[in-house]
């Protein structure tokens, strides 16, 4: 029995600052960003917009292009790095608000869960519900990878920010691509990249030497939490590329293929925190895999691997260049950009094996491998992924800084049959912080 992805959606700010003008407020070389990196817009969160609208958004599309009745959702798990809560996942958040558009208790035996482990959580929980499906062939799941990547202003990884979610829907049977059930993994407790809990004293804070209670604090210290990552960027690289080849590693051991693995994917999809990072990394695998012994800066430059790049790691950066790091949903958002760029060129690519190499900081890869199904362009064909993107609305640099800073308090762009987050509540002590979204 085949288990995989029968259908998918994708939901994206409706705002960009072109990487261009970033650039040259950052004194910064724009053609280093555009044909360096291969970023050519940044996508920013409106007003409006979290993950949450994000996921849910993506989640009500792929119920009303399916037309799925909510009695066959079995579950639906959301990989993040981005909860609004420490307690409430973003799951719960969402069946709450399908089911304000669907019926009260229309989900109510819906299991729901959020997955973290930075950019590969989605993936993981991918990997669950293939499981989950495997044992229940006749029910569905919805995977969800949504996040918000948000970095420090004037910071080096600013240029790199995206949001925006990846819904799929996993059955028996599936109609875009099937997934095999060996995984290759590797894994290491390390800081690359992380958004730690951090304190405060009130007596630093407040300027006094008491004690006070303060908005129900009654702790000398008060404890925050930043959007923003600590990170280390070379340190991170480095990471990345020593989890992914030794998760490629194992996963031909696993899987007994000694002959080079790669040789058998039509197309290559990584984790993408800026466009060209697969092709930049991809290359210690190529050599590798080869035996090559050349410098792989040198070997990078080759027509040979320029060519491998073209053909099996472009399709996938299309997208990642107009929207950004979307962390967890990075990889399928890549998946998305493969799948609709084949459909534009009219490439048949029926019975073809994808090879998904995915990294999440902290630090941990997994190698694995998918078969694109014959019914896959019936389901691709109706996804106007670069015909979205193509009409989001620029932004001026003085703009996003307001959005950035959270200045800005009423949307750029007018929410028009979306669900939005409406207010968070700020008076009522026993639903302090609470977050209402509604669909309007």
Not at 81 to 102: F, T
Not at 333 to 344: A, D, E, F, R
Not at 391 to 405: C, N, P, R
Request: aromatic content about 10%; charged content about 20%; hydrophobic content about 35%.
């Amino acid at each position: 029995m085949k288990v995989g992805i029968d259908s998918l959606t994708f939901d994206v700010p409706k705002l960009h600052l072109p990487i261009k003008i970033l650039a040259e407020n950052r004194n910064i070389e724009p053609e280093k960003l555009i044909k360096g990196l291969g970023l050519y817009k940044m996508t920013f969160p409106d007003v409006h917009q979290d993950v949450v609208t994000f996921a849910a958004n993506a989640v009500y599309k792929l119920i009303q292009q399916e037309q799925l009745n909510p009695s066959e959702i079995a579950r639906i798990y959301i990989g993040t790095e981005s909860g609004v809560d420490s307690s409430k996942p973003v799951a719960s958040y969402v069946s709450a608000l399908i089911e304000q558009q669907l019926g009260h208790g229309a989900l109510r035996h819906c299991d729901t869960l959020d997955m973290t482990f930075a950019c590969i959580g989605a993936v993981d929980a991918l990997q669950n519900s293939l499981d989950f499906i495997r044992l229940n062939p006749t029910k569905k799941a919805i995977v969800v990878a949504g996040d918000t990547a948000k970095y420090d202003l004037d910071s080096t990884g600013e240029y790199t920010q995206g949001a925006g979610a990846i819904a799929m829907l996993i059955t028996a049977n599936p109609r875009v691509i099937s997934f095999t059930q060996e995984v290759g993994v590797s894994s290491k407790g390390v800081f690359d990249f992380f958004k730690p809990r951090r304190s405060i004293s009130k007596n630093e804070l407040l300027n006094t030497v008491d004690n006070p209670e303060w908005n129900g604090i009654l702790e000398n210290e008060i404890t925050f939490y930043k959007e923003q990552p600590v990170f280390d960027g070379q340190y991170s690289n480095q990471c990345y590329i020593s989890r992914i080849t030794e998760a490629y590693a194992h996963y031909k051991e696993i899987t007994q293929q000694n002959e080079i693995l790669f040789h058998n994917w039509e197309n290559i999809l990584m984790h993408l925190p800026y466009c060209f990072q697969a092709r930049r990394t991809f290359i210690e695998i190529y050599a590798s895999e080869l035996k090559l012994v050349e410098d792989t800066k040198t070997l990078s430059k080759s027509p040979e691997y320029l060519e491998l790049v073209h053909q099996k790691i472009m399709p996938s950066e299309r997208a990642s260049g107009q929207v950004g790091n979307i962390y967890t949903g990075s990889i399928f958002l890549g998946l998305l950009s493969t799948l609709c760029h084949h459909v534009q060129n009219q490439n048949e690519i029926a019975g073809k094996k994808l090879g998904f190499i995915a990294y999440g900081s902290g630090s941990k890869s997994k190698v694995f491998e998918g078969q694109i199904e014959s019914e896959w362009q019936s389901v691709i064909q109706n996804i106007p992924l670069f015909e979205t993107l193509d009409t989001s609305h620029e932004i001026d640099f003085e703009t996003y800084l307001a959005l950035h800073k959270k200045e800005q308090k009423t949307s750029i762009v007018t929410p028009n049959n979306e669900f939005v987050l409406q207010s968070i509540e700020r008076e009522n002590p026993f639903l302090l912080g609470a977050r209402y979204y509604e669909f309007v």
